[in-house]
Structures are given as structure tokens and as C-alpha cells.
């Protein structure tokens, strides 16, 4: 199993846009959910974005009509366009593969196996 690693973050105005990407590979072919996780300070870390093997897409509320998540699988990369930012948008953006039973679901009670964490990458948006 390879850790994920994510790149494509930084800082922004709101209103403004970005794209992250995250390579990530070797992973049991049960973990067929592939998502977007931020964690804000203080904060407990949240699913955000999923995309299933079948190329099925769910968001959070608060992030839909937003965020675009995608997944080249043969460049085993994951993407998170993401427009419109807002400061809530703001924290350490991980990915992950994961398995969370007969569908993917991105309340983190609901998965039951999940590939390590990356390093992350950091999303800030300043009003």
C-alpha cells in the first residue's frame, strides 16, 4: 500500500479557485471508494468529496454546486476542483482510499477501511 500524497494547495481570496491532486496507488481492490478529507484547526476531520470505481460522486452540503471530484484511474490520481472558495473552506486537505460497506459514504463512522493518511495539502482562504 502507498501513502497518498497531495499537492495543489494554497492560499486564497474568496471567491477564488483550486485544484488538488492526489497520486495514490496499490491499494486492495476492496477499498473502492476514493475521497477528499479536510480537517480545520481545532476541528475534527471531515469527508468532503467521493468518487466510487464506478465514477458515482457525492459532496457535503456545504460544498456542492463547489467542488468537482474526479479519478483518472490510470494515472491512479485524484482531483478536487474546487471554485468559489470560502474562508469555512479552509484546513489540511487529505485523501484516501477506503472501503465503508455497499456504497461510499464520507461520514467517517461509516468506514471500515481506509488506506494511511498522507502529509496533506493546506487550503486557505482569506476574505
Known amino acids: 500500500q502507498v501513502q497518498p500524497v497531495e499537492s495543489g494547495g494554497g492560499s486564497v481570496q474568496s471567491g477564488g479557485s483550486l485544484r488538488l491532486s492526489c497520486t495514490a496507488s496499490?491499494?486492495?481492490?476492496?477499498?473502492?471508494?476514493m475521497g477528499w478529507f479536510r480537517q480545520a484547526p481545532g476541528k475534527e476531520r471531515e469527508g468532503v468529496a467521493a468518487?466510487?470505481?464506478?465514477?458515482?460522486?457525492l459532496y457535503i452540503d456545504s460544498v456542492k454546486g463547489r467542488f468537482t471530484v474526479s479519478h483518472d484511474k490510470p494515472k491512479n490520481t485524484l482531483y478536487l476542483e474546487m471554485n468559489n472558495l470560502k474562508p469555512a473552506d479552509t484546513g489540511m486537505y487529505y485523501c484516501?482510499?477506503?472501503?465503508?460497506?455497499?456504497?461510499?459514504?464520507?461520514?467517517?463512522?461509516?468506514?471500515?477501511?481506509?488506506?494511511?493518511w498522507g502529509r496533506g495539502t493546506q487550503v486557505t482562504v482569506s476574505t
Open positions: 484516501a482510499a477506503y472501503y465503508s460497506g455497499a456504497r461510499c459514504e464520507l461520514r467517517q463512522d461509516r468506514i471500515a477501511l481506509r488506506s494511511d
Open positions: 496499490g491499494y486492495p481492490g476492496n477499498m473502492y471508494c
Open positions: 468518487v466510487d470505481y464506478d465514477g458515482a460522486t
